[in-house]
């Protein structure tokens, strides 16, 4: 009879044991199902989300046929106005000064396309066009009207200065004669000597005339 009992108590703990295994894979399958189920939604939801090919090249390339088609549009348009200003630029190189002159659009320019201008305005650069003015820019390898350039004109010392196209001009010839100066000071005048400022062109002629 114990025996009985004994056997009794092994089946049902047996029985217990393959209950709760059984139990325990139920549930790792229900949520493996589970998890599957929601990467193939999100994958889905992914799919859904992506941006067509045909959008896709339409951002590639009409959007910039577009915008080329406006510049295009714009560029053809474009006239001068009565209105506008012009604003010459002129940087001379030696010195480093920049000398700016704005004038009103002569009427003869007043019509005419960026192309048409710029044929009328040789030498010069376009820096920038809007609706009110047009830069121009031109660099000239000379010093600018504000130096004075103390050289020689026939036997005597003379002082030349640029205009703003960058061409020396006589300005001044003095009454020192050259002969009556050393051979280094003749050599110096023949390359020519600049004064920044009026004054110091007088304090240079001064030192010669002693």
């Known amino acids: ?17 393959g209950l709760m295994l059984f ?21 889905k939801i992914n799919e859904n989300l992506k941006v067509p090919e ?4 339409f951002t590639k390339v009409d959007v910039d046929n577009v915008i080329n088609a406006n510049e295009i549009a714009i560029e ?5 106005n009565e209105h506008h200003k012009i604003n010459y630029v002129t940087s001379f ?3 480093g000064h920049k000398i700016e002159k704005t004038i009103n659009l002569p009427p003869a320019f007043t019509g005419l ?30 010093y600018c009207p504000r130096h004075f ?21 006589l300005k001044e010839k003095t ?13 110096m005048l023949q390359s020519g000597i600049v004064a920044d400022t009026e004054d110091d062109m007088e304090q240079k002629l001064e030192g010669f005339s002693n």
Request: net charge negative.
């Open 1 to 17: 009879m114990f025996e009985d009992k004994r056997k009794g108590k092994k089946k049902f703990i047996v029985f217990i044991m």
């Open 23 to 43: 139990i325990a894979f139920s549930i790792s399958y229900y949520i493996n199902m589970g998890t599957e189920n929601e990467a193939n939604s999100f994958n």
């Open 54 to 57: 045909s959008l896709k090249n």
């Open 76 to 80: 053809e348009d474009f006239v001068l």
């Open 93 to 95: 190189t030696i010195c």
């Open 113 to 142: 396309s960026e192309e048409e201008f710029m044929k009328n305005n040789t030498g010069w650069s376009l820096a920038g066009i809007d609706e009110d003015f047009i830069t121009l820019t031109k660099d000239i390898e000379t």
């Open 149 to 169: 350039i103390i050289g020689i004109e026939g036997e005597y010392i003379a002082i030349y200065v640029y205009n703003d196209n960058g061409e020396k001009i």
């Open 175 to 187: 009454d020192i004669i050259i002969d009556t100066l050393t051979p280094e000071d003749q050599i």
